[in-house]
Each structure stands twice: as structure tokens, then as C-alpha cells.
């Protein structure tokens, strides 16, 4: 077990000693005190050099600090009922916490409130460093190792290779050669040892829609949210190195469609349609003559078009049933077309377009595999532009870790609308003498309408004014 679990499982024990003591003792008591004083030691172990730490319930399992105790449930039995009774997500406990504002805590979870009345009786008590959030729904099991991965190789590099590759695959295809499967195994092994790390930085980059580039752009994007979505799902290393194949090469059966069909700024007809509908098995096709022999890989490229009521193109025989994987890549390949512009059609932002998928979950995704989706991109996906309560304009460069309404920020516009190189904020910052949040989001906007480079914003390059 690493120090992180021990310690984070002697703060547990020394929380539920102190509450056992707090119903048998009076909180002045030699006894009370003396378990008070444990917490508050464990507690500072806990804390260490961090700003905070935080505990919550995701899927009826304990998480702290975004680890899932999974080790001894009987433990942290009591404490999960109390969460799960009181519909309390997660609870922050701030630097500077003290034995009082601890007391507080326990005594109150010890009286099985709800969410509401636990927040009112924190601020009442005038509790200032304990308060309620919301996890983010991605937390690591906390025996997964990351994978080596050159750490001088940023998100931005590993994007730019992979879409190297993808160009390099339908180019090659197109002239009538083989490419080359072990380039492509290399970039699937990149993108997942950084998916490993952290899958926000390259996820924020799946925001940059290239007009002209679609396709390619459009297989990396796809590539990255599977991948990520996988990963979040709890498939190993080698199953997202499968699925990454899959989904990168996803459309290259595109390749055979003829340029006026894919670009045809208007509905097709039933002919051009039937076209389309072959890129999954031609894309089979291509991934076997380059020697791919994984099943995930082919399965998810010839059934990325299928729903998971098995309707779509191609037909599946009466008792089959698409892959589950087929269903994550199903899910991305939506999400990244729908937030995309094209000949025929605007870009949707990534708030609708999540409320539309969501009407057609049972029908076209797996509930499941949709609401993890929804959850890994929070609230505000990266990407998002929002209008924040200092009245300042910023773009969502990553999720929050500890609360899915507050991500980081990058500022863009001031209060004049006056374009910026602002800085990148955390909006888990917290006022301690306003005793709130130093700036949350008032609201989602969209990019086009405030004329925001958003992909500029993500890579880090100069903006340039919003005229
Ligand atoms: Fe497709
Ligand atoms: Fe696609």
C-alpha cells in the first residue's frame, strides 16, 4: 500500500473513532478530545503539502483526493451511508482546518443531515474551511502505473504527430500503397502513455476543428475522446492501445468516397448515401491489408456506425450485437462530427450537442457509455467559452479535478470585451475573507458569436483583438 492510502485510511479510522467518542462522551471529555486530537493529526499527515483535501462518494465507493478506496469497504461503511443518505457529493476540507471545524463536521454527519442543511450549519458555525463539492467523475483506481512516456513531449507534440500519421495513412492509401501499421502503433502507444498522465491537456485539444483537414483532424479527435473515454471506462493498457488503433483509423475506408460527396454542401442523394455507407467495411479492408489483426481494431472501425439498438449501416446479422468498444467510438465519433462545422452543416456546441445525444440514449449509445462520457467532459467541456463572475471572458482549458463546475480557465476578455492574454485561472480558488469562491461561471457562451479563437486559446499562441 502506498503512503497516500495509509495515510488517507488512518484519517478514516481516526474520523470514525472521533465519531464513535462524540455519541458516547461529551465533546469536552478526556476521551473526545483525545480523538480529536488524533484527527487533526491525521488530517495534517493527509493534507501534507497540499491546499485541500477531498472526500466524496462516486458510484457508492469512498474516493479521496480522487483515489477510490476500494481496499476495505467495511470501514468506510458508515461514512458512505451518511454521503449516500444525505445526498452530500464530496466535502472539501480546506488548509488551515481546525480541530473545532472538525468537531463541527463529525458532529454534523453524526446527525444524518442532507446536503443543504450540512452547508447552512458549516456557514451558521461559521466553519470556513470545510465546504461541499461535487467530484469530478473520473478518478483513477489507484493501482494503475502510467506508462513511460518522454515526459519533454507535450500534449500539443503528440496531437501534432498523430495527425502527421493519420495524413500520412489516407495519403499513402489514396496513392494505392500500403502504410506502414507500425508508425501508427507508435503514435497509439504515445497518445495512451499521455492518456495515462492525465487525459485533459490532449482532450482540450480536440476543441481545434480544422475545416479543411476534417478528416484527419476529425480521426484524432475521435482517436483521443475513445481512447480517454476507455480509460475512464477501466480498460487496460492493451485494450486502449486496441481501441486506439480502431478508432484513429475509424474512417479510413473514407478514402474511397468521392470529394464532391464528402464536401456536398446539401442532403445526399439515396445513391450517395449507399457510398457512404460502405467506408466501415472498406476501412476493414484497409486495416487488414496493413496487417492489423486485432478484433477490437476491426470490430470498432466496421461498427462505428452502429447503434446500440443495432440499427445503422452496415447491417449486423440477426444475432449479433455490436462490440461494447464499438459503442465508445460511436459515442466520440458523434460528439467530435456534431461539434464540428461543415459544408453542410453549422457546429453545434458542446453543451447542446450533449443534450441531443442524451434524447437518443437506449436508442443510438449505451447509456452507460454516454453518461461516462458526459461525466469525463464535465459540465464545461475544454473548449467551452464562459462568462465569469469578475465579468471577464475565459476559455475551459481542462476540467476541475475536485468539482465539475469548476474548471480552469484561461481569461481572454476583459470586463470591456477587450481581448487579453489573461492569465489561467483555477475556479476551485477560494476567497477566505469573502468566504466564496474567488470567480465562478455565470454562463456558457458561444466562441463564434464573442469571435474567439478557441483553438488559438488552446495552444497557448498569441490572440489576436477581437476587432
Ligand atoms: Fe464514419
Ligand atoms: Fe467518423
New binding site residues.
Partial sequence: MNSQLREAEQFLLSLNAAWKNLGLYSPTHPASAAAFKNLTIAFEKLLGERERITLGLMHETLVLNGVPLTAKPDLFRTLVTRFRNGEIHGIALLKGCTLEELRHLVELLGQNVKRGELEEELKKRQVSHIHLVQLAQDARKPERQPEPVDERVGAGAIYSRALQTIRKVFQETRLGKVPSLGEVQRTVEDMVGTILKGKHSLMALTMIKSYDEYLFN??VN?GILSMSLGDVLGLDGAALRELGLGSLL??VGKINIPEEIIQAPRKLTDEEFEIIKRHPVDGVKILEDMGVRSEIALRVTKE?HIDFDGRGYPRLGPDEQPHPYSMIVHVA?TY??MTTVRSYKEAVDPNPAISRMKKLAGNAFNPLTLDTFVDMLGIYPPGSAVRLTTGEIGVVTRPGSEDVSRPWVRIVQDQEGKTVEGDEVNLMEWNPEAEDYACSIVIALDPVVRRIDVAAVLQGKKLTPAG
Avoid: F, K, M, R
Fill in positions: 476529425h480521426s475521435v475509424h474512417d462505428h465519433d467530435d462530427a
